[in-house]
């Protein structure tokens, strides 16, 4: 079956550290890509999506990503990080022609000290 | 302003009570999505709908139904049946089958057994 994996459950820095999540998918076929964030008490929000062209994704507040075919990753940056980053990212695909339907990874608790 | 709306955002539900969330979209979509959300499990998808009057089991579909009577709603129902209900539901939305597309989520309903 199809899956997603991110590497980290717990990630803990300090204001201006840079951030990489890791984030692989198990599928051989045509993929979108996406990170979603949770705030603690919000909903979840889109912060970037890839359906196709340049790999490398720019979302909302400085946030990135980089798509690499050949290692079936999708891993999400930020050069420097600051405390209201403090969430929950995740991680999701959908896969060729069937439309919405999301494949989650675990989460990312992502923790930024001031 | 197009969304979705869940109702209610809190739900308390005794042991062996059947309950049903409620899940509303105006964005002219025709597929529609209950996914539940554990800790360090990220989302997981429970019900899917295409189109009005079908739908199929997602990965976790034991203990739920679901109806989709019309275009716009996508009630959940957990049965008695879904031994450890409590969590976090999350309705999305989507255009059907298409191959560059993103699901739209509502804010969340938290449900409680106690």
Not at chain 1, 17 to 39: D, I, K, M, P, R
Request: include cysteine; charged fraction near 20%.
């Amino acid at each position: 079956a199809q899956s997603v994996s991110q590497h980290n459950h717990h990630v803990i820095l300090s204001e201006a550290a840079s951030l990489e999540l890791g984030c692989n998918y198990s599928y051989g076929g045509t993929v979108n890509l996406f990170w979603y964030v949770q705030y603690p008490g919000q909903h979840l929000q889109l912060l970037l999506k890839y359906f196709s062209g340049d790999p490398l994704v720019k979302g909302i507040k400085g946030f990135e990503a980089e798509f690499i075919k050949s290692k079936f990753s999708f891993n999400l940056r930020k050069p420097s990080v600051q405390w209201s980053d403090t969430a929950e990212y995740f991680c999701a695909v959908t896969l060729y022609n069937q439309g919405g339907k999301l494949i989650f990874g675990q989460g990312t608790e992502l923790s930024v000290k001031p | 302003d197009g969304g979705i709306t869940q109702s209610p955002k809190y739900l308390f539900r005794k042991e062996g009570q059947n309950v049903t969330l409620s899940c509303e979209q105006n964005l002219n979509h025709d597929a529609m999505y209950w996914y539940r959300q554990d800790p360090g499990q990220g989302l997981r998808l429970i019900y899917y709908s295409q189109i009005v009057n079908d739908f199929q089991k997602g990965d976790i579909a034991e203990g739920y139904s679901v109806s989709r009577e019309k275009k716009e709603s996508f009630p959940l129902t957990v049965t008695s049946a879904q031994k450890n209900p409590t969590a976090f539901y999350l309705c999305a939305s989507s255009v059907r089958d298409s191959l560059n597309t993103e699901a739209f989520f509502g804010q969340g309903t938290r449900l409680t057994v106690v």
